[in-house]
């Protein structure tokens, strides 16, 4: 403040420069821009700038000013601050984002905040009266513009890393669409997200997986048959494969009811886009976004570049699942084949071990099947396997499996059934056989029957091969008793002979890792055949170790083979010869024989005298190898 009043021609200037001067005067605070001058003799001038005074000298649209008071109520506005909402006055900015702004400046700390276009910027008044703080407004569109697409990328390029991991991971349709969804809705903080896949047989969307969808939007969703008369987005955009982007929901009758009912979270703007590789339809995809997400119409291009990865990758595990398919189903019948029964079977007498539970096995033979082909054609035979094959298929449960196990024959795997259950089931199935119907290019119509074998594990045989095997021999007593029936094993085969217990820790070192848990596994099964294949193969034709060609031997040979026979050969050419011979000729003594003979001829003349006229008779009277 100044010591003495000042001189009259000081206050004259000052007054014609719109400055309003306070000497120990601060009554009129908040009035104006308070400053505080050093003038000469150490004196200072406390000077008020006039708010109308200052902003009047710029341009409203590119700075403005406001006072708030510490209860934080807006006091007075000037220039750009009227067009911010939150500082209009009679506003109070703590229930706004400048409320953060507001209580950093009153504790001290002068703070800044880039809100919808302007740079707020505030500063606590000169301490005479704490109670209030200025913010000054200004301009900042280019900045708020950089910072928008700075977020904007940031955000994409994080989506679209969380989604390629996801895509990345999953390999059959199911579980990507599941995945894929999950992670786009939480990468781009959606408010949901459907994709179906599309049914070509039915030409029709099938909902595959979803997020932020109610139960509402499950039954309205679930299944799209495509036409003339879209009645929502999805069907829309796959008839017309092209995509749609809605800035709001209620911008299309499509869409003004139906999401915003079937939405846990309100919705905002919409994407849609069609899922193609090449001229294949593949799927569509909604992206649903949140109403508050102002963002949401910025990121449209994010949106078309998850739906082409996901297109890709959607058709890769299509490719995967078809040759899956293929490998593991009959391709005229389109059920399981005789690989597929197989492993499943194993899989479920390791499970029935387990949990000491039943398993049923049946074995179907189509009647009169030769005749009918040598009457009708080779054409009309492939008819009657379908029709028995679709009708195995749709007559059991959704767990159990109906394979082709070849030509006519047919295997059923009943899980958890007992025998009387699957007699039943076996009887049932016969009856549905029974009622078909072949009509030939005659008109003649030709009824169709199959005969019918049951048996059960453990009680009709304690292995894979012992069950099946009974199920066949009862197949073939139904046969004798006049076809279209059933019969079912009434006793357990014969155990095989026991099997030498097989260590394979000795093989360490000498066989990889990975090859060594692969035998483990197929020894559980009995399957020595695969694990000494898996030896041949790992060991090689050259390299492989005596050790591992002797085991390689001792896997095919029953437990009484004489103890000669089990000496570590000279030459394991020989050996290895004869390991490969047995393991591709098959259980019979006579292939045992022949397999043998085949290897003694071609070292005939040798001087290693391995295996001799004695060795190939003792062979040939050996009990079948399991």
């Known amino acids: 403040m100044p010591d003495a009043p000042l001189p009259h021609e000081l206050k004259t200037a000052l007054l014609g420069a719109g400055l309003l001067v306070h000497e120990n005067d601060w009554s009129d605070y908040g009035q104006g821009f308070p400053l505080e001058l050093e003038i000469p003799n150490g004196r200072s001038l406390s000077l008020s700038l006039d708010w109308a ?54 504790r001290g700390f002068p703070s800044h905040l ?32 950089a910072w928008r697409k700075a977020s904007l990328s940031e955000r994409k390029a994080d989506a679209l890393k969380r989604i390629g991991k996801a895509l990345n991971m999953n390999q059959t349709q199911q579980s990507l669409a599941v995945a894929a969804t999950h992670s786009i809705a939480s990468a781009a903080e959606l408010a949901a997200v459907m994709l179906w896949t599309y049914n070509e047989e039915q030409n029709a969307l099938e909902l595959a997986a979803n997020v932020g969808a109610n139960r509402q939007g499950l039954q309205f969703f679930g299944h799209l048959p495509l036409g003339e008369h879209p009645k929502c987005l999805a069907d829309l955009v796959a008839t017309e494969r092209k995509p749609i982007v809605l800035a709001q929901a209620e911008d299309s009758p499509l869409t003004a009811e139906i999401e915003a009912k079937i939405c846990y979270l309100p919705p905002g703007g919409i994407v849609v886009h069609p899922l193609i590789v090449g001229d ?73 071990n387990r949990n000491k539970s039943p398993l049923g096995v049946l074995m179907i033979d189509v009647d009169h099947f030769r005749k009918f082909n040598e009457e009708e054609g080779h054409d009309a035979g492939d008819e009657v396997l379908r029709l028995v094959a679709r009708t195995l298929r749709d007559q059991v449960r959704t767990y159990d499996l109906a394979a082709r196990y070849g030509g006519e024959e047919f295997t059923v795997i009943l899980p958890d059934l007992d025998q009387r259950r699957t007699e039943e089931a076996a009887d049932r199935l016969r ?33 894979p091969s012992l069950v099946l095997k009974a199920a066949d021999l009862a197949l073939y007593e139904a046969k004798r008793n006049g076809r279209n029936c059933v019969a079912t094993a009434t006793q357990a085969l014969p155990k095989p002979p026991e099997l030498r217990p097989f260590d394979l820790s000795p093989l360490k070192g000498l066989v990889p890792a990975e090859a060594l848990a692969e035998c483990a596994r197929e020894l559980e099964t009995y399957r020595r055949d695969l694990v000494a294949l898996k030896l041949l193969e790992v060991c090689g034709t050259d390299g492989i170790d005596a050790l591992a060609r002797a085991f390689t031997l001792m896997l095919l040979l029953p437990e009484k083979t004489p103890e000669w026979a089990l000496d ?44 001799d006229p ?4 003792i062979l040939a009277s050996q009990p079948e190898a399991a």
């Open 280 to 352: 294949n339809l593949l799927g569509v995809i909604e992206y649903v976004g949140r109403a508050d997400d102002t963002a949401f119409t910025d990121t449209v291009d994010l949106y078309q570049t998850i739906s082409e990865h996901l297109a890709l990758a959607l058709h890769s595990a299509h490719l995967f699942e078809a040759t899956e398919r293929l490998a593991r189903h009959d391709p005229l019948t389109g059920i399981a084949n005789h690989r597929a029964m197989q492993d499943f079977l194993a899989a479920k007498v390791t499970e029935s």
């Open 614 to 617: 004695e060795f190939l008779s």
């Open 114 to 145: 880039l809100l919808n276009g302007v740079r707020l910027l505030g500063a606590g008044l000169p301490a005479h009266d704490p109670t209030h703080l200025l913010v000054l407004v200004v301009e900042a569109a280019e900045e708020y513009d």
């Open 53 to 106: 005074a200052l902003f009047s000298r710029f341009d409203e649209g590119q700075i403005g000013g406001a006072v708030i008071k510490d209860t934080g109520e807006v006091t007075q506005s000037w220039g750009l601050a009227r067009r911010v909402p939150v500082l209009a006055k009679g506003q109070n900015i703590f229930e706004s984002p400048v409320g953060l702004l507001a209580e950093s400046v009153f």
């Open 431 to 463: 009856d549905a056989i029974s009622k078909l119907q072949y009509v030939n290019a005659a008109g003649q119509t030709r009824q169709i029957t199959a005969s019918f074998g049951v048996a059960n594990y453990p009680a009709n045989g304690n292995t």
């Open 568 to 611: 570590l050969p000279h030459d394991w050419s020989v050996a290895l010869n004869l390991a490969r011979a047995l393991v591709h000729a098959g259980p019979s003594s006579r292939d045992y024989l022949r397999a043998g003979a085949t290897v003694w001829n071609y070292r005939q003349g040798s001087e290693s005298g391995f295996l």
